[in-house]
């Protein structure tokens, strides 16, 4: 009986990976302390021909990635921007608790797992954008240094 619901779920997920695409394009963030790698957005046909994934609105899409800080952090924050030429606009509807997308604490030097879905409702336009991912230790003994931040792009449709 375990080998038949492993086998179930192990199913159930190689079907879930079939319409997520590897982002390869993405770029890290000056002055990160990171590597981020296996980034992974579904829907995103796209990123197979190096394009920037189409997401419509009213609808979401997944961003899960594999991390490596090099900080640790018991408070993790967290926040997705719009690159744009006057500043960094936050996505509004990401809850900054880092914790309900990785396991906490963030431990230094270990591999982590990262699940994000992004809800695009119509008060985004219809663009084309450079979302930048951050999230830092946000504990009383933080360094502003410990951050970790990296970019990739996406076309609202």
Known sequence: MVIFVLTVVGL???????????V??????????CEVYD????????AL????????????????FKYIAKFGSKQPKTRLYAVTP???????DMDPNACLYT??????NVEQDWLYTLYITT???????TVKLKFWDDGPKASRKDVCCFKFDIKIV
Do not use: W
């Open 123 to 129: 008060k985004y336009p219809k663009d084309s954008y």
């Open 103 to 108: 396991d906490c604490p963030i431990v230094m």
């Open 86 to 92: 006057t500043g960094d606009l936050p996505f509004m």
């Open 24 to 33: 390869t394009d993405f770029r890290m963030c000056r002055n990160t302390r």
């Open 39 to 46: 980034l992974f957005i579904e829907p995103c046909p796209e």
């Open 12 to 22: 159930m997920f190689a079907a879930s990976a079939v319409n997520a695409e590897e």
């Open 49 to 64: 021909e190096h394009k920037p994934c189409e997401v419509q609105q009213n609808s979401s899409a997944s961003i899960t």
